[in-house]
């Protein structure tokens, strides 16, 4: 199903490893019609999922730890809710951090855990969660949109060297 292959994509893909198919081509050297109508499935999935970066401004936070940094995403627009986030480290300088965390951030102050992981080594996509699926939304005080996002490193080997950071809803 296209959904298990989406989430296959976003596990390795997206979880700093590649992705074989394994599509073998038939007695005549074509791939199977079946095939390559999935595959145009997953790219039309692909390009609705990841196909539009919102609009952001990221900074890394001065001051700290170089094994330490903060990075401070900006929506040049608040939204409601973001889905994905992707991270990329410069791995001509290595493969460093072993620890990070992203926070949403409010207009009004309050700031929410969204995802926690390990390496991000080439690509790491995020599939972030919603903070209050678990509560009643009478509770959610948090106000409407999120405008900032923060991403911590608590823990890398050297120096953390972030070339990109990508952010979808």
Known sequence: PLKTLFR???NS???NACLNLNIPPNRDGLLDERDVKRLKELRALLDQELGH???AKAEKKPGGYPTQPEYLITLEKPVARVKYVELTE???KGQRVENF???AMFPDGNQFPLFQGTTIGN???CQLTDPFVEQNRLLDDSGDKIDRLLVKV????DEVFLKSIRIFS
């Open 53 to 55: 970066p919102l609009e």
């Open 13 to 15: 893909v997206g979880g």
């Open 101 to 103: 965390r992203i926070e």
């Open 8 to 10: 296959i994509y976003i």
């Open 123 to 125: 690509r790491k996509i």
């Open 90 to 92: 410069d791995i001509a």
């Open 154 to 157: 608590p823990a890398a080997r």
